[in-house]
Nanobody, 127 residues
Framework: QVRLVESGGGLVQAGDSLTLSCAYS????????LGWFRQAPGKEREFVAA??????????DYADFVKGRATISRDNAEPTVYLQMNSLKSEDTAVYYC??????????????????WGQGTQVTVSS
């Protein structure tokens, strides 16, 4: 069982930056994947970014719409994964979810590849 708790959402202005946090606990044996997804009202949940963590290494993947604007990082001591997003746009408004799966996957962008999900954190970008 893995528990995920997101935080860091809020109301920001277009052009601002925001860092979301995902604190995770439970059975996480390397390798595993931590992903970020988002869901806007009336839209399907979509992939934002993910990190595949294997012992002391981490590889990342980003959706095209955040590439160059987002960075995943992690704190091994916590453990927590962060998603920093810059140059926020109104279309970034959504509930952001953290998700976890055991083992690496070639389908890292598919939501159904992840077994555990957090409760989500709301990000609202005003223009």
């Amino acid at each position: 069982q893995v528990r995920l708790v997101e935080s860091g959402g809020g109301l920001v202005q277009a052009g601002d930056s925001l860092t979301l946090s995902c604190a995770y606990s439970g059975r996480t044996f390397s390798p595993y994947v931590l992903g970020w997804f988002r869901q806007a009202p009336g839209k399907e949940r979509e992939f934002v970014a993910a990190a595949t963590i294997s012992w002391n290494t981490m590889s990342t993947d980003y959706a095209d719409f955040v590439k160059g604007r987002a960075t995943i990082s992690r704190d091994n001591a916590e453990p927590t994964v962060y998603l920093q997003m810059n140059s926020l746009k109104s279309e970034d408004t959504a509930v952001y979810y953290c998700a976890q799966r055991a083992g690496a996957t070639s389908r890292i962008r598919a939501a159904n590849e992840y077994a555990y999900w957090g409760q989500g954190t709301q990000v609202t970008v005003s223009s």
